[in-house]
């Protein structure tokens, strides 16, 4: 493989840049700058000098062997002073070298795949941990790239595996002294991983929201103080404010993060009937977002919520909590209110928090709810009894094969180019 090069820290100045060298050669880089690899795995002041251009900078450098790095090749670590020059005359020198290419976005991660250091779950994971931006997305994304959900699939396959050589031990030893109905143990297995896949899929959703964020719909009637209300969260305003009815005509997003919980707050159109034609798209927007919603809060005002009924643990609050004679309610405009609003809607989010899964990506559920399927169908063949072992093997080698597929092992090819896309150049 050729030996890759690239920037590991974020482009543009900074104090310290980390420039990363892996592959067969990547020792090589140190002798291009005039000096000797350091010991693996411990730091050294080195100065880089170059053949033309001469003395480059003063750097920190770290060497790994094969095997012992991020990606399981050799990688040579340049930290070098943080200026775009400095950066560009160490990259430019890199790139003069024979066998050297700069990394593609990714690449990095994906040898580290290709050399079995991470499996696809804690890749995919790895990803979600880089762009985490509140302390429960890192934590789960930690999670993931800690293994867990690869050694719960593992033992998947182990209980899979023991299932179809009770299977196959009767088809092939007939005439053995091995029990020829082997119907109640392979059901039992199977049905304690179709158990643990069920879990794990239900938690998905929760999971997949605590990645991306929860979504919180601001609804109600016009002028109820919706749009005041999002930039007091917002701390901005993020939305116009207008005493006439029907300035919102779009939903508007604001991301937050409510002490840890990753939170998008929905400004929608208020809830009327219109003979508008824009302002009627408007709110079946705001009806349709808010029904997808993890939590709406309906902000009563002068009007009904129309078709939108308030469910079990939305939040209903008074709106423009300054204008009341009790004060009673919430004022984006004071801050009456807010505070307590904002802890009800935190109180609840961490609920629904505490049912997530390890899995947060639709492709792992999607291979689950697969192998799910074949499990099923196994269940029912292997019931029939001893003339159907040698189907519900078979059902049983393609469960197999799909859980392969959710750690990475086998045939997803199609899928690498997606996830190793969203991935910067240095990782």
Not at 27 to 40: L, Q, T
Not at 182 to 206: A, M, T
């Amino acid at each position: 493989m050729d030996t890759i090069f690239a920037l590991a820290t974020v482009p543009g100045k900074s104090g310290v840049a980390v420039i990363r060298v892996s592959g067969p050669d990547a020792v090589a880089s140190c002798g291009a700058f005039g000096f000797k690899p350091p010991e693996p795995r411990k730091s050294a002041l080195r100065r880089l000098v170059h053949k033309d251009r001469g003395f480059l900078d003063e750097a920190l450098v770290l060497f790994f062997e094969d095997g012992a790095s991020f990606t399981g090749e050799p990688v040579v670590e340049f930290h070098v002073h943080g200026s775009v020059a400095t950066i560009n005359a160490v990259l430019n020198s890199l790139g003069e070298l024979s066998g050297y290419r700069p990394a593609d976005a990714g690449e990095f991660t994906r040898r580290a795949l290709n050399n079995g250091r991470l499996d696809l779950t804690q890749v995919e994971a790895l990803a979600d941990l880089i762009d985490s931006e509140t302390e429960m997305q890192r934590k789960q994304a930690l999670k993931g790239f800690s293994g867990h959900l690869r050694e719960k699939a593992e033992s998947w396959r182990n209980d899979l595996i023991h299932a179809m050589s009770l299977l196959e031990a009767t088809i092939d030893f007939a005439d053995e002294e091995v029990p020829v109905d082997v119907s109640p143990d392979v059901e039992r297995l199977l049905r304690g991983v179709i158990e643990s896949i069920d879990q794990e899929v239900q938690g998905f959703g929760v999971a997949e929201r605590v990645r991306t964020g929860f979504e919180v719909a601001i609804v109600g009637p016009p002028n109820a103080g919706k749009s005041t209300l999002l930039n007091a969260l917002a701390g901005r305003d993020a939305a116009i404010t207008s005493e006439i009815a029907g300035t919102t005509r779009d939903v508007i997003e604001v991301r937050m993060d409510l002490d840890s919980v990753p939170v998008t707050f929905l400004d929608t159109a208020g809830l009327r009937e219109t003979d508008d034609a824009i302002e009627i798209i408007g709110v079946q927007r705001a009806i349709d977002r808010a029904r997808s919603a993890d939590l709406r809060v309906f902000l009563e005002g002068e009007g009904t919520f129309g078709e939108l009924k308030p469910q079990e643990n939305d939040i209903v609050v008074r709106g423009k909590a300054d204008l009341q004679p009790d004060g009673q309610g919430v004022s984006g405009l004071t801050g009456a209110g807010l505070q307590r609003l904002i802890e009800d809607v935190k109180v609840y989010l961490l609920s629904l928090a505490t049912a997530a899964g390890l899995v947060s990506h639709e492709r792992q559920r999607d291979v689950l709810i697969q192998g799910r399927d074949a499990l099923s169908h196994a269940i029912k063949l292997s019931s029939r009894g001893p003339e159907s072992y040698d189907l519900a093997s078979e059902e049983l080698r393609s469960a197999i094969f799909t859980l392969e597929r959710l750690v990475g092992r086998v045939d997803v090819e199609d899928v690498l180019d997606k996830v190793f896309s969203s991935f910067c150049i240095g990782k």
